[in-house]
Structures are given as structure tokens and as C-alpha cells.
């Protein structure tokens, strides 16, 4: 990883932007060049609230999310809303409760149960935030498993560090079925890029 943009985004009251703040956390922990910046647009009236966050082993020149590499969506809304930003061959995380997805066949799309998860299974709606988290983390590895784990338990209101460190593990659990998919299509996508540039040789 060089430089990754990611988008987190849902609507208020879903703790994205504490997510957010959290991945940004666990990647100064692991040493790498982070910014992180929020936006919580009108989401009393149902609108889409975002968390973007930089993370790069070099020098980040420029601060904002402008095409991301990852876009996180727990809403219909925010899917809608956000989509076209997301770049060819980015990867899509969508809440299994979002029923229109993007008619897109240039980007990546995953599937994940975050917020049935955080409420029939754990049954606390609140810590969708961090089983997202899991999620993604567990697809594409932004930090270190314990930078994150860390970032968290020092940022959660004490008395709830065990079910948001619940959450995390459980948003590790519920991706697992999608890892291997994830790296199978980055072999072939490395495969091909390096037999193209064999070719161009």
C-alpha cells in the first residue's frame, strides 16, 4: 500500500465519523501518514453523512478524498449519494440492507450484514460503527489488527470497551467469507498487470 482513500458514510447516529477518527488512530499507530476529515451534512432530515480518511506511507499531498479507492455504505442514501466517486476497480463495502446497488461493473462489490449484525446478534444498534470497521479492515488490512484494537478501546466511553471490541471481532467474522474472493481477484489483477507490462517490453 502506498496511498489509499477511503470513504465511510451511512447517516447520522450510525458513528461513521468516530470510525473514521478511529482508523485514522490505528494508522498514526502503525507509523503511516494519515488525514482524516468528516462531514455530517443534514442528516436530522435522513441525509448522508461521511467520514474520509488519507492513509499513505508517503507524504499526503493533497488533504481531501477525491475518487477513493474504498467506499463504505450503510444507507441507500449515501450508496446514491457517493457512488460515482468511488474509482474504476474500487471497492464497494454495502450493508445488506441497501437493495439498489450501483450498476457498475467497473468496481468490486461486497455484501456484509453490519447493521442486522449490530442489532439482532448483539443486539446494539450503536456498534454498527465498529463492526464496520472489522469489515473492512478484515478485507483489506489499512492497519494493524491491533492499532485498530487499540485506537478503539481508547476512544469508546468507558463501561463499553468489551461490546465495541465484540463488534470489531465480529465485523472481522462476518468478512471472512469474502477474503478470499478479495485477494483471488488481486492475484489475477496483479497477474495481468504484470504480463501487460511483460507484453509492453
Given at each position: 500500500?502506498?496511498?489509499?482513500?477511503?470513504?465511510?458514510?451511512?447517516?447520522?447516529?450510525?458513528?461513521?465519523?468516530?470510525?473514521?477518527?478511529?482508523?485514522?488512530?490505528?494508522?498514526?499507530?502503525?507509523?503511516?501518514?494519515?488525514?482524516q476529515s468528516q462531514s455530517y451534512?443534514?442528516?436530522?432530515?435522513?441525509?448522508?453523512?461521511?467520514?474520509?480518511?488519507?492513509?499513505?506511507?508517503?507524504?499526503?499531498?493533497?488533504?481531501?478524498?477525491?475518487?477513493?479507492?474504498?467506499?463504505?455504505?450503510?444507507?441507500?442514501?449515501?450508496?446514491?449519494?457517493?457512488?460515482?466517486?468511488?474509482?474504476?476497480?474500487?471497492?464497494?463495502?454495502?450493508?445488506?440492507?441497501?437493495?439498489?446497488?450501483?450498476?457498475?461493473?467497473?468496481?468490486?462489490?461486497?455484501?456484509?450484514?453490519?447493521?442486522?449484525?449490530?442489532?439482532?446478534?448483539?443486539?446494539?444498534?450503536?456498534?454498527?460503527?465498529?463492526?464496520?470497521?472489522?469489515?473492512?479492515?478484515?478485507?483489506?488490512?489499512?492497519?494493524?489488527?491491533?492499532?485498530?484494537?487499540?485506537?478503539?478501546?481508547?476512544?469508546?466511553?468507558?463501561?463499553?470497551?468489551?461490546?465495541?471490541?465484540?463488534?470489531?471481532?465480529?465485523?472481522?467474522?462476518?468478512?471472512?467469507?469474502?477474503?478470499?474472493?478479495?485477494?483471488?481477484?488481486?492475484?489475477?489483477?496483479?497477474?495481468?498487470?504484470?504480463?501487460?507490462?511483460?507484453q509492453a517490453k
Open positions: 500500500m502506498v496511498q489509499k482513500e477511503l470513504r465511510l458514510s451511512g447517516s447520522g447516529g450510525q458513528g461513521l465519523i468516530l470510525a473514521g477518527i478511529i482508523l485514522a488512530e490505528a494508522a498514526l499507530l502503525d507509523e503511516k501518514n494519515v488525514v451534512g443534514p442528516e436530522a432530515r435522513g441525509g448522508a453523512s461521511k467520514a474520509e480518511v488519507i492513509i499513505s506511507e508517503k507524504e499526503i499531498n493533497y488533504p481531501k478524498v477525491r475518487n477513493c479507492d474504498v467506499l463504505l455504505a450503510l444507507t441507500q442514501v449515501a450508496c446514491d449519494k457517493y457512488i460515482d466517486s468511488l474509482k474504476e476497480g474500487g471497492i464497494l463495502i454495502l450493508d445488506s440492507s441497501i437493495k439498489n446497488k450501483p450498476d457498475r461493473k467497473d468496481i468490486y462489490i461486497y455484501n456484509v450484514s453490519i447493521l442486522e449484525t449490530a442489532e439482532k446478534k448483539l443486539h446494539k444498534p450503536m456498534v454498527a460503527n465498529m463492526i464496520a470497521l472489522g469489515s473492512l479492515n478484515g478485507l483489506i488490512k489499512m492497519v494493524n489488527d491491533n492499532s485498530l484494537e487499540t485506537a478503539v478501546l481508547s476512544r469508546v466511553p468507558k463501561g463499553t470497551e468489551k461490546i465495541n471490541k465484540t463488534a470489531l471481532e465480529e465485523g472481522l467474522n462476518l468478512i471472512k467469507k469474502h477474503r478470499r474472493e478479495y485477494y483471488e481477484r488481486q492475484y489475477r489483477s496483479n497477474k495481468i498487470n504484470t504480463t501487460e507490462l511483460c
